[in-house]
T-cell receptor, first 112, second 116 residues
Framework: DAKTTQPPSMDCAEGRAANLPCNHS???????VYWYRQIHSQGPQYIIH???NNETNEMASLIITEDRKSSTLILPHATLRDTAVYYC?????????????FGAGTRLFVKA | NAGVMQNPRHLVRRRGQEARLRCSPV?????VYWYRQLPEEGLKFMVY????????ESGMPKERFSAEFPKEGPSILRIQQVVRGDSAAYFC??????????????FGEGSWLTVV
C-alpha cells in the first residue's frame, strides 16, 4: 500500500503557482519523498525528490516540513500542459529492496 | 523519460494468444520494474528484477504472467493465453543499483495491450 495521502483533485489558474500537498506521517528518517506526474496516455515522469531539505529544479520545488510528515510540490507558474495526475511517493521496502508504489495521486486541472 | 525503451508501443492479441512486451532499460541501469495500468485506474506494481534475478514479484498474477531480465538483452514481460481483462497499459521502469530509498526510477512510454 502507498504510504502517502493526497487530495484527489485540485484546480489552478494558468500562470499561477500550483501547490500540491502530500501527507506521509509514517515516513522513516532515511526515506525519500518522490514526486512523479502522469500526463494522459504517457509514462510517469519524474519531477523531484528530497529527504530533509527543500529542493528545487527546473520543473518544481519541493518543500518538506521539519517533522517530515508532509510535503508540498510547487509548480511556480502552471501552464495548461501541467494538467496531469501528480503522485507523491515514499518508496516501500519490499523483498530485496525498495519499490515505488503509486497511490491515487492528485488530478491537477490547470485552467485558462 | 531518460531513455527507457519499450516495444511494441501497441499490441493487439486475440484471446488465447501470447503477448510479449520488451523493455530496454537506461544504459547502465541493472534494475527493472514492471507496472500495469488498467483503463481509468492507477499504476499497479507487478515485478522487480535485476539481471538474471527476480527480486520481488508480489504484484504478479499467479498464473499466465512471467517476467525475465536476462544477462544480455531486454527485459521481457510475457502473458500467456491472454484474456480481455489483460487489456491495459504496461509500463517499464529502470534504475541504477542503489540500496537505499533514494534511488530514482525512470519510466518508459508504455506498451498498450488490447485483447480482442
Amino acid at each position: 500500500d502507498a504510504k502517502t495521502t493526497q487530495p484527489p483533485s485540485m484546480d489552478c489558474a494558468e500562470g499561477r503557482a500550483a501547490n500540491l500537498p502530500c501527507n506521509h506521517s509514517t515516513i522513516s528518517g532515511n526515506e525519500y519523498v518522490y514526486w512523479y506526474r502522469q500526463i494522459h496516455s504517457q509514462g510517469p515522469q519524474y519531477i523531484i525528490h528530497g529527504l530533509k531539505n527543500n529542493e528545487t529544479n527546473e520543473m518544481a520545488s519541493l518543500i518538506i516540513t521539519e517533522d517530515r510528515k508532509s510535503s508540498t510540490l510547487i509548480l511556480p507558474h502552471a501552464t495548461l500542459r501541467d494538467t496531469a495526475v501528480y503522485y507523491c511517493i515514499v518508496r516501500v521496502r519490499g523483498t530485496g529492496g525498495f519499490k515505488t508504489i503509486f497511490g491515487a495521486g492528485t488530478r491537477l486541472f490547470v485552467k485558462a | 523519460n531518460a531513455g527507457v525503451m519499450q516495444n511494441p508501443r501497441h499490441l493487439v492479441r486475440r484471446r488465447g494468444q501470447e503477448a510479449r512486451l520488451r523493455c530496454s532499460p537506461v544504459k547502465g541501469h541493472s534494475h527493472v520494474y514492471w507496472y500495469r495500468q488498467l483503463p481509468e485506474e492507477g499504476l499497479k506494481f507487478m515485478v522487480y528484477l535485476q539481471k538474471e534475478n527476480i527480486i520481488d514479484e508480489s504484484g504478479m498474477p499467479k498464473e499466465r504472467f512471467s517476467a525475465e531480465f536476462p544477462k544480455e538483452g531486454p527485459s521481457i514481460l510475457r502473458i500467456q493465453q491472454v484474456v480481455r481483462g489483460d487489456s491495459a497499459a504496461y509500463f517499464c521502469a529502470s534504475s541504477p543499483p542503489r540500496g537505499d530509498s533514494g534511488n530514482t526510477i525512470y519510466f518508459g512510454e508504455g506498451s498498450w495491450l488490447t485483447v480482442v
